[in-house]
């Protein structure tokens, strides 16, 4: 009866499987009767495919060997099969070869590769073999509801913790913990992952878990895939089941490729060795297709797409040079490329200038920065401003008011790579495999973002000495004399960017970071020194509080409650924004020195829970932040602005301008125009200057977007009309007047 059930409704699986065949995997017309001569002469003779059984590609092809004799010559062999279940076979991360960025590579005459080596024209088994993405463990595309285990040690070390990167919290035994872990260290324990819909299994990446005090990793694995959840198919190499070599440490990220891709809705990863001082614990992304299907309800539901024409591609730092030629070469009226200086290894740090006059400081126009970089390896921000600078060029050619008119009333900068060398080495391994931290730190091994002077411990000490306004002054703190001196804990990226914000009046900056959602903001540094966590906030806190919201807020996720955490942190409940200080302590911060040296305000803003996304996810993540990198550009035209004159018109550079109540100043530019970022209210201003008069008014800040105009003209002092008279007379005049003096003393 079974057999003839099975031959009965052949004909229909026959017709579906040209259907898969013909579209789906494009396969070529000549070896698709034969693969379907071979799987009906199987079927009818066992009777018992489809049911709850997945569906591999040697079922569909047949066998590979056979395939190889019949189909096109192949010489490439595959992994032999394992003995036993403690032989580490499967490919690693060194022998493996490197998904870069979700591409496959290309060899010599520029042809790709195939997963095996072979050309694509040839195939792999003979059908072409696209490079699947991951299927969004690390990225939370995949949710907490879809991941599974056989058990746990407790719920901080659930199923819903076995994330590619995922991070642990300070302390062991944390609700939010590094990983999963079984609650048994046996080989029956598995890590599983459910698609919600027929995928294209490819690969599977693993780490250890990330801990302080712990070692726990997998050595080897295997892998099953199954279709309804109850019947399953252990991945094989020939006859015998495939042993996938793991982790020999907890960090680095091990890829293994499937031999064969595999389609189901489930896969699991079945851990049968671990290291031996530690437990089964693992972090995994795997690699998936979806299958055709657009009757499903979680695919609509999740799916962004973007109207925006844009590069939607990682770009190394040849690449990025020449978009940001493409993009200076399409919008030359508007554009201009330069640099700031050099990393380590001499690659120039490129920024672009986007304005009406790029290349020369308007009076009355203020400056705007975006940086990204920092750390090398958090690289969705370094892509998010090329993916701008495109934008705003393309939008301002065909008439966008709102980008006309940040353009023709802003200088906006972007500096796309602060840490090149950084990302250079990320960018070799690719967007899956270089873990946490490769890359982050400079080729001398600083931390950019807080390799800056602290200038926070200079200003505290004079407040408990009471040195402030006379011996310190509360802005535009110098710098330490012995961070000018030639030595190997400053990075030349520090230097460059310190003389670049020195050399520009900016008023408003964003450094974009990644592997979190959050906006931070000064002081980045805990007053306490035992502190590692402490509410430290600035003179400015509601004005850095309310630009912080205006990211966040605008921001697709940030700000949403019923989104997961990146790892430890529930920022939404916060509306997306904490004080840097609050979070962690941070000294030499860019935010910070930015603030205490500079009369700009800074900002860091974590764009998103993946360091390093597939390429296939930038679009989305663009369309997450493309609003928010627009509404924060529009902040540094709130409060107010203005021109510090004298008697005969001109401006006066270098004014303290001071603001009633709240205790930081800034400075007037070189053209003697200034920018204060306030919130809406009434505040009274006071302008002083050397040799000048002091003057006040009161300022209003509306609620309308756009800067109050305040301006000032101040008059000169007597005594400095005194020495300007001197001056101009050779210091004549002051001989006479002390005989005068002297006289009339002797008379009386």
Not at 104 to 125: D, I
Not at 218 to 244: A, C, E, L, P, Q
Request: with cysteine; hydrophobic share 30%; net charge neutral.
């Amino acid at each position: 009866m079974r057999s003839h059930h099975t031959v009965v409704l052949f004909p229909s699986l026959l017709r579906l499987l040209e259907v898969l065949l013909g579209v789906t995997y494009g396969c070529a017309v000549e070896y698709r009767d034969y693969h379907l001569r071979e799987l009906r002469g199987r079927e009818l003779l066992h009777g018992n495919w489809g049911h709850g059984k997945p569906w591999l590609y040697t079922d569909i092809l047949g066998d590979p060997q056979e395939h190889r004799r019949l189909g096109p010559k192949n010489t490439n062999r595959e992994p032999r099969a394992t003995k036993d279940t403690e032989r580490q076979l499967g490919e690693s991360a060194a022998s493996s070869k490197s998904v870069k960025n979700g591409n496959k590579k290309k060899n010599e005459k520029g042809s790709l590769k195939s997963p095996n080596g072979s050309n694509e024209g040839e195939g792999y088994y003979g059908f072409g073999t696209e490079e699947c993405p991951p299927l969004g463990l690390e990225n939370l595309k995949i949710d907490d509801f879809q991941l599974h285990a056989s058990s746990i040690k407790r719920y901080g070390l659930g199923a819903h913790r076995g994330r590619l990167n995922i991070q642990a919290g300070l302390f062991e035994d944390d609700f939010f913990d590094g990983g999963w872990c079984s609650g048994r260290n046996d080989p029956l324990q598995w890590f599983e992952v459910d698609a919600r819909r027929l995928t294209k299994f490819t690969g599977v990446i693993t780490q250890g878990r990330n801990s302080l005090w712990s070692s726990d990793w997998v050595t080897s694995y295997k892998v099953r895939v199954s279709n309804d959840s109850h019947t399953w198919t252990t991945i094989k190499n020939g006859t015998r089941d495939m042993v996938f070599s793991a982790n020999s440490e907890k960090e680095l990220p091990v890829l293994n490729r499937l031999p064969t891709p595999v389609i189901g809705r489930y896969i699991r990863v079945n851990p049968r060795s671990w290291h031996p001082r530690g437990s089964v614990c693992m972090r995994v992304e795997i690699l998936g297709c979806p299958m055709p299907d657009p009757n499903n309800y979680y695919h609509r539901r999740n799916e962004i797409t973007t109207t925006d024409k844009l590069d939607f591609k990682h770009h190394g730092y040849k690449e990025m040079r020449q978009l940001m030629k493409a993009v200076n070469e399409m919008c030359p009226n508007i554009t201009r490329i330069y640099n700031i200086g050099k990393s380590y290894n001499g690659l120039k740090l490129y920024a672009i200038e986007i304005s009406d006059s790029p290349g020369e400081h308007e009076q009355g126009e203020p400056e705007f920065r975006y940086t990204a970089g920092s750390h090398g390896n958090e690289v969705l921000g370094r892509e998010l401003l090329l993916l701008l600078m495109q934008f705003m060029c393309q939008e301002y050619l065909v008439g966008n008011l709102r980008v006309r008119h940040l353009v023709e009333e802003t200088r906006i900068h972007l500096l796309p790579s602060i840490n090149p060398d950084g990302y250079e080495k990320v960018f070799e391994l690719g967007s899956e495999l270089g873990g946490w931290s490769l890359g982050r730190w400079t080729h001398d091994g600083l931390d950019v973002h807080h390799n800056f002077p602290d200038l926070n411990s200079v200003l505290w000490e004079a407040e408990t000495r009471k040195w402030m306004p006379r011996k310190v002054l509360n802005h535009h703190l110098p710098i330490p004399e012995w961070y000018y001196s030639k030595n190997h804990t400053v990075a030349v990226e520090t230097r460059a960017l310190i003389s670049w914000m020195e050399k520009i009046p900016f008023v408003l900056g964003g450094n974009l970071q990644g592997g979190e959602l959050v906006v931070t903001f000064p002081y980045d540094k805990a007053r306490s020194q035992w502190k590692v966590q402490e509410q430290n906030p600035t003179p400015d806190d509601p004005v850095f509080r309310w630009l912080a919201f205006s990211y966040a807020s605008t921001h697709r996720l940030m700000t949403d409650a019923s989104r997961r955490v990146c790892h430890t942190e529930d920022f939404a409940k916060e509306e997306g924004t904490i004080n840097g200080a609050s979070w962690h302590t941070a000294p030499g911060s860019m935010n910070d020195f930015s603030y205490l040296h500079t009369d700009c305000f800074e900002l860091s803003m974590y764009v998103g829970c993946d360091k390093f996304p597939h390429e296939s996810e930038l679009a989305a993540e663009w369309e997450n932040n493309r609003e928010s990198l627009l509404v924060f550009m529009e902040q540094v035209h709130r409060g107010i602005k203005g021109v510090v004159r004298d008697m005969h018109g001109r401006g006066i550079a270098n004014v303290t301008v001071s603001v009633e109540g709240i205790n930081h100043d800034i400075h007037t530019a070189a053209d003697g125009d200034y920018w204060r970022l306030l919130n809406p209210g009434e505040y009274r201003v006071t302008v002083k200057a050397q040799g000048y008069n002091p003057a006040s008014k009161v300022c209003e800040v509306g609620y309308d977007m756009g800067a109050t105009r305040c301006d000032f003209v101040l008059s000169r002092t007597n005594l400095s009309r005194i020495k300007e008279i001197m001056e101009k007379f050779g210091k004549r005049p002051i001989k006479p007047l002390q005989q005068q003096v002297r006289h009339r003393q002797t008379q009386t």
